[in-house]
């Protein structure tokens, strides 16, 4: 992870107050003989080179855990904790196969229907495809050439 620094900026605060929240703040550090109407803040650039596979399961793990909190909490009390997260996993399970399963089904029914269609339009335009050299005793092909032979002729 690298840090990019961008020079700190100076930032005044509108007088009489230093601070629009609290103005004996501002007065406090005027006995102290410091002038708070000068801020410097510091902008830190964050650029990430490669992704942290580690830091995103972390996050996942996170989140899943705060979403098992939050799920056993729609429990009710009477049903103990650790039963009732136990629970939740499960329905959470349960509910991310179904979409996983769903979801992997219309891909592979779309990616079926699209091989079908191709090949049924290759099957049926077989015929409508580039001539090939087998057709050189054609007389519609031979009539082209002759007729091609005596426009080259007139313009010699």
Same mark, same amino acid.
């Given at each position: ?51 942290? +596979?580690?830091?995103?399961?972390? !996050? ?32 959470? +399970? ?11 089904? !219309? !891909?592979?029914?779309? +990616?079926?229907?699209?091989? +079908? ?16 050299? !087998? ?22």
């Amino acid at each position: 992870m690298a840090w990019i620094a961008v020079a700190p900026l100076q930032l005044r605060l509108p007088t009489p107050f230093c601070s629009p929240i609290s103005p004996k703040f501002c007065s406090r550090s005027r006995h102290r003989g410091i002038d708070r109407r000068v801020r410097r803040v510091g902008i830190r650039v964050v650029a990430e080179q490669n992704t942290d +596979l580690v830091r995103v399961l972390g !996050t996942v793990w996170k989140v899943s855990k705060d979403g098992l909190d939050a799920g056993s909490k729609l429990v009710p009390e009477s049903v103990p904790r650790p039963v009732a997260r136990t629970g939740v996993a499960i329905g959470g +399970l349960v509910v991310i196969s179904f979409l996983l399963k769903s979801l992997l089904s !219309t !891909t592979l029914f779309i +990616l079926g229907i699209v091989g +079908l269609i191709y090949f049924v339009f290759i099957y049926l335009n077989k015929d409508e495809g580039p001539r090939r050299k !087998t057709d050189a005793g054609d007389p519609s092909v031979d009539e082209t050439l002759e007729e091609a032979r005596k426009i080259m002729d007139k313009y010699k």
